[in-house]
Each structure stands twice: as C-alpha cells, then as structure tokens.
C-alpha cells in the first residue's frame, strides 16, 4: 500500500505565458531539443502508407488531398514544428498558442476550415498521468498532438487501420476524427476500473483491519479522484459542442457517434462523482470505525476498573493496620475477605452480562 505518496501530477509544472500577445507561441529552449516523433499514415478503403518521418520539412513531399491522412506527433514541440504546421496547413496563432501551452481544459472551437479539440490523455502505473491532446480536423486531414510519448492509447486505433479492421478505412477524416476521441474517453474507464479495484481493497481493509498508513493512502485516492473529476469534467461539454457543431466537416453519420461517445462521457462524470462521494465514505467509516475500537478498549478497561474499585476499597479498610479492628485476628478472617472479594467480581460480572455490556 501506498504510503505517503507523492503524486506526480501535483509537481507537474506548466508553462504558463506572461505579457506576451495573444496568439504567441511559447516554447521552453530546452524543450527544442526534445524527442519528437512524428508519424504519417495515409490510408483509403483500398490503400494504407504508414511513414516515420525524421523531420517535420518531410511533410512537403506528400500530398495531402489525394488520401485520407493522420499525422501523429508525439512529444515536446519545438518552436519549428509549431510554425512549420502553423504556416503549412493554414492554422490560426490561437489554436498554436493552445497546442503549445499544455494545460489547456477540454474545449472545442471551430474555425471554418478546421475544428480543433483540446482533451486530457491519462494513464496509470504508479499514480495517475496526464498529457494534453490536440486533435485539428481538415476536409481530408487529421493532425494529433500528444504531449509525450509514454501514452499508448492510440496503438490499438493504428493497428485497426492498418489491418483494415472496423469501419475506419472504410469512412472519411471526421470518423478518424471520432475514433481519436472515442479512444481517448474509453481509456478513462480502464482508469476507473484500476481506482475501482484500490477502492474495493481499502474498503475490505477499513472493514477487517484499519492501519495508521491507512488513511495517508484514503487522501492519495482522493486527490486522485480530484484529479481525475478535473481532467474529465469538460469532456462531456466539450463532446456535446463537437456533436452540435453545425460544422461542414462532420457529417450526419459520425455525429450519430459522437452521441455515443457523449454518453460514454456523461457515465464516466458520473463514475467519478460515484468514486468521489465512496471516498468521502469511506474517511467516515474509518474514523468511525478508530472510534468503535477505542470504545471497545475503554469499555474493556473500565470494567476492569469497575471489577477492582470495590475490592481495592476492601484491602484498603483491612491494610490500615489499626490494632482494635477484630476482623484482623480472626482465624477465618483472611478466608472470608477472599470470598467476599470473590463474590463481589462474580456477581458484577452478572450483572455487566444482564446488562450485555460484556
């Protein structure tokens, strides 16, 4: 069990931009040199081309409104990628201000040639992890930015179109535009599902055997939870913007999708609000249950207490020594103080048992 953990997500800093204008593109120097991967897959019904490319300038040599494209790019941007994507597919400065400030809340905003989404990619080891996803739909593009590369969430979205499976080959850009985002939300219950299981632990724990270190690991659940709440909250308005957009990109037949993915993110609010409202429990039950333990032991040391007041009152008569006391120099005197002692503790455990106090 986790023991005064430190959540990673509450040490993340963020870049934040200051008197700078709007639409300024912000990016730390040391980030220019990051790891960046950038993947291309082309693809129709009857076609798939997927290309790892090593520099953002290869992107000139395709043609991008011959096939349906996705391009993939994973990592810390560098002030070049923003602008080479920026200039090439025409993209506002505010949109590549909120791609490269990566504590954006979930949104979405359409503008006329493409829209672009905002939303939250989490995964879990040890603690909970979070990275910003940009998503932009074109007429026969998408373009995914994800703030790193440790998030494998779309590998399974890749390998569907690369083995020609589902209906993705089979439809255009704004249903890979749906699966990017369907695939990101069905992640958040494999989250639930792994708090669901800690939750079920501790809540057996609290029940059988509560520990100091117990309550440390209720508050990492609940920041969790807080996290998570954060994370997700949005998303449900902002898939509900997406599916009334009245955007020519989207068709009728992906918005019935969209619904779906709208519900999947109104029961994943819902689970959270469910996880929250069970954590807040379960620190009553187990302040409740300390409480019930105490009392178990002050009720046990007070009968004790209970049993020896009248027999320490009894030694204490017979221990004062005075030479005029005839009970001291009887020779059955020592005998009945026993039995009379005896008496005593058996008929106040009667009448604790009469009582069910024992």
Do not use: C
């Amino acid at each position: 069990m986790a023991k005064n953990k430190k959540l990673s997500f509450y040490s993340k800093q963020r870049g934040r931009k200051s008197f700078l204008p709007p639409g300024s593109v912000k990016i730390d120097p040391t980030e220019n040199d990051a790891k960046t991967e950038i993947t291309l897959i082309q693809y129709e019904e009857n076609f798939f081309e997927e290309r790892l490319l090593s520099n953002i300038n290869e992107l000139d040599d395709f043609d991008f409104n011959q096939h349906i494209s996705w391009i993939n790019i994973e990592g810390k941007l560098s002030t070049e990628i923003i602008e080479k994507i920026g200039l090439k597919f025409n993209i506002h400065p505010l949109t590549l201000e909120d791609i490269s400030n990566t504590d954006q809340r979930p949104k979405f905003e359409d503008y006329q040639h493409y829209v672009v989404v905002m939303m939250k990619m989490l995964y879990y080891d040890t603690s909970m992890h979070s990275e910003q996803l940009s998503i932009l739909l074109f007429d026969k593009l998408v373009i995914s930015f994800q703030e790193s590369q440790q998030s494998n969430v779309f590998n399974i979205l890749s390998k569907r179109i690369r083995e020609s499976k589902g209906r993705v080959k089979r439809f255009g850009a704004d249903y890979l535009f749906y699966s990017l985002i369907d695939t990101v939300v069905d992640s958040y219950f494999n989250i639930l599902d792994s708090i669901g299981d800690r939750i079920e632990i501790i809540d057996e724990q609290i029940m059988s055997n509560p520990k100091p270190d117990t309550i440390n690991y209720i508050h990492f659940l609940k920041r969790e939870i807080i996290f998570l709440r954060k994370s997700v909250w949005s998303v449900r308005d902002m898939v509900g913007s997406v599916e009334r957009s009245d955007t020519h990109l989207i068709k009728e037949t992906t918005d019935l999708y969209l619904r779906d993915v709208q519900d999947h993110a109104v029961r994943v609010v819902e689970t959270v609000e469910n996880y929250r409202d069970l954590i807040n429990g379960m620190m009553d039950i187990y302040l409740s249950t300390l409480s019930n333990k105490m009392n178990e032991v002050m009720k046990i040391l007070t009968i004790i207490s209970t049993l020896f007041i009248p027999l320490t009152f009894i030694v204490g008569v017979y221990g004062m020594n005075f030479d005029d006391m005839p009970e001291l120099h009887h020779p059955w005197g020592y005998t009945s103080v026993w039995i009379v002692m005896i008496s005593i503790m058996i008929g106040l455990i009667s009448y604790f048992r009469k009582k069910k106090w024992l």
